[in-house]
């Protein structure tokens, strides 16, 4: 099972692009060879996904990652939301979703403390910092 996470792409999406990031290897999005992928649009469809996924004894190969999840990650830049402790962001966003990387440190911890194989990631989100950031917390 392959899990893509974006509120607004598809994975066909990121033919145009990835191919910058990933090389021969972005074939994986092209949903027309590719079928088995899963799009969840939010935090708490990810974490649903990737818990009911761990339940039913189901592998996850893949997971792509957008950073952006919600109209406001696009009025603060991701250093300022990151930077922010959980309380502050409930304070300042209340219940308005959280981001690609608050899913990505999510799963991190979900993955260690299961001790599970980490799968192969990807992040296609145009957000550059938000991509950095994402791929260093894997490193």
């Not at 990151?82 to 990387?101: I, L, Q, V």
Request: aromatic share 14%; with cysteine.
């Amino acid at each position: 099972m392959k899990v893509f996470l974006d509120d607004v792409r598809i994975p066909i999406d990121c033919i145009k692009y990835m191919y910058h990031r990933i090389g021969n290897l972005n074939p994986i999005y092209d949903t027309t060879i590719v079928k088995d992928w899963t799009v969840v649009k939010n935090y708490d469809q990810f974490k649903l996904i990737i818990e009911a996924a761990f339940d039913a004894n189901i592998k996850i190969t893949h997971i792509s990652f957008d950073h952006d999840l919600a109209d406001f990650h696009y009025e603060y830049s991701s250093d300022d939301y990151d930077n922010m402790s959980d309380d502050e962001k409930e304070k300042t966003f209340g219940s308005m979703e959280k981001d690609g990387y608050d899913c990505a440190k999510w799963l991190k911890q979900f993955y260690l403390d299961n001790k599970i194989e980490l799968p192969i990631m990807f992040v296609h989100s145009m957000n550059p910092v938000g991509t950095e950031k994402i791929i260093k917390l894997f490193k």
